[in-house]
């Protein structure tokens, strides 16, 4: 069945450091995928997303590319604040109903 | 985008006990889903809640825990039965967007913890 795998956490860094949360699929078809974030105490805010291969999703200085060939969609930004202290989920949709298959999700702890 | 809202936003409950809540959108949708966040980990969807039939349960969950009622396309409830402390969760309602590549929209969550 489809499936998402991304790093464990938590990922600990220093304010401006560069981040990478590695995030890989499997799925039959060509999925759209996506990166939703959780703040402490909220609920789930989409973050970016892609829906072809080739694609960059991009947001609040995040970007995301959809890599076919390496089944994967790794979350990067190149200079952290401690507001993006959060949690982080990929996702891929896995059908045209709305049904969605989530990672484990990743903690994200930015540091001053 | 789709604006939803929950009731009760967080609760403390007692084992045995059941607890309904609400999930309400701005906007007319077709599907709504229901998902659970255990402490510290992903979300597992519970059932899809389509208006005029009943819910669709996904494996390990079961309409008798569960049941879930969508009387019209704007509104959804999920009621937990029987209530142990391995419920606790967050109970997350959700919304697709309208195309076949869309996102889901959600809920803020509805905190449980059951003593």
């Known amino acids: 069945g489809d499936s998402v795998t991304q790093m464990e956490g938590p990922v600990t860094l220093s304010e401006e450091a560069f981040l990478t949360i590695n995030c890989t699929y499997t799925?039959?078809?060509?999925?759209?995928l996506f990166w939703y974030v959780q703040y402490p105490g909220e609920g789930l805010q989409l973050l970016l997303k892609?829906?072809?291969?080739?694609d960059k999703g991009s947001n609040k200085g995040f970007e995301a590319t959809y890599r076919k060939e390496t089944t994967s969609f790794h979350l990067e930004k190149g200079s952290v604040q401690v507001s993006d202290s959060a949690v982080y989920f990929c996702?891929?949709?896995?059908?045209?109903?709305?049904?969605?298959?989530f990672g484990a999700g990743t903690q994200v702890v930015v540091t001053p | 985008s789709a604006v939803i809202s929950q009731k009760p936003s967080r609760d403390i409950c007692q084992r045995g006990t059941s607890l309904t809540i609400q999930c309400q959108v701005d906007?007319?949708?077709?599907?709504m889903f229901w998902y659970r966040q255990q402490p510290g980990q992903s979300l597992t969807l519970i059932a899809t809640?389509?208006?005029?039939?009943?819910?669709?349960?996904e494996s390990g969950f079961v309409i008798d825990k569960f049941p879930i009622s969508r009387p019209n396309l704007t509104f959804s409830t999920l009621t937990v039965s029987n209530m142990s402390p391995e419920d606790s969760s967050i109970y997350l309602c959700?919304?697709?967007?309208?195309?076949?590549?869309?996102?889901?929209?959600f809920g803020e969550g509805s905190r449980l913890t059951v003593l």
């Open positions: 959700s919304v697709g967007q309208g195309s076949n590549t869309g996102e889901l929209f």
């Open positions: 799925a039959t078809g060509y999925p759209s």
């Open positions: 892609a829906t072809k291969a080739d």
């Open positions: 996702a891929l949709r896995t059908d045209s109903w709305g049904k969605f298959q």
């Open positions: 906007s007319q949708v077709t599907m």
């Open positions: 809640a389509n208006q005029g039939s009943e819910a669709t349960y």
